[in-house]
């Protein structure tokens, strides 16, 4: 999995972020995979999440979906799956405790900073099967963003949350019109997968309002 890799940020940023992904094999292990998955959403959501998301419905938990509508949808798939990040390393390592626990044959990549990562899986006496790790961005890079928006819009991984939408809601959030949670929020919404992490995308936000005062 590749999509949650590309995240931007400094180091203290990023210790605040983690992303999740629950993944059947398609072909080997798919097949009655669906109550797993739920069992594994309810591990999570009891964690609590920054953010979950159902793909199988396009939506996450700031787009009008619950938990329980979470879990209805994994039967919708042939194979299903669950996406979700983290603002507290603790969280995810008490998610990965229940899961190793639980023994659920199901696949587990942990996105973040490789050291606490490595850290995590020593913890909870894990082998890693692989690590992926990001090279970063190639070519006209000059027709990037600027690195604060970079930093929100990476972290959808499928490119749903346009640059737009984050300097629309920063503006509002300079005008009085909105909360800084408010626009991290709506930020989160275009996520299918529900892997922006709301509590990182507040903090962002704050600093960069700070910064042009």
């Known amino acids: 999995m590749t999509h949650s890799l590309h995240r931007r940020g400094d180091v203290e940023s990023l210790r605040r972020d983690y992303v999740l992904l629950f993944t059947p094999a398609a072909g080997i292990n798919h097949e009655g995979s669906h109550e797993k998955l739920e069992k594994i959403v309810d591990i999570v959501a009891e964690a609590g999440p920054t953010n979950i998301g159902s793909y199988d419905v396009k939506k996450n938990i700031y787009d009008g979906i619950t938990i329980e509508d979470v879990k209805k949808n994994l039967r919708m798939s042939k194979v299903p799956r669950v996406r979700c990040c983290f603002s507290d390393k603790n969280k995810v390592l008490q998610v ?86 408010q626009a991290a929020e709506e930020l989160a919404r275009p996520c299918t997968c529900g892997i922006v992490n709301v509590d990182r995308a507040q903090d962002i936000i704050s600093r960069w309002i700070a910064r042009d005062m």
């Open 96 to 181: 990965l405790k229940k899961i190793k626990e639980g023994d659920f044959g199901i696949s587990v990549t942990v996105s973040g900073l490789i050291d606490e990562v490595l850290n995590m899986s020593k913890e909870i006496n894990c082998k890693l099967h692989s690590i992926n790790l990001s090279l970063g961005v190639w070519g006209r890079t000059e027709k990037l963003p600027d690195e604060t928006i970079m930093e929100i819009v990476t972290m959808c991984g499928h490119g749903l949350l346009s640059k737009a939408l984050v300097k629309k809601e920063a503006e509002l959030v300079r005008k009085g019109k909105k909360s800084i949670r």
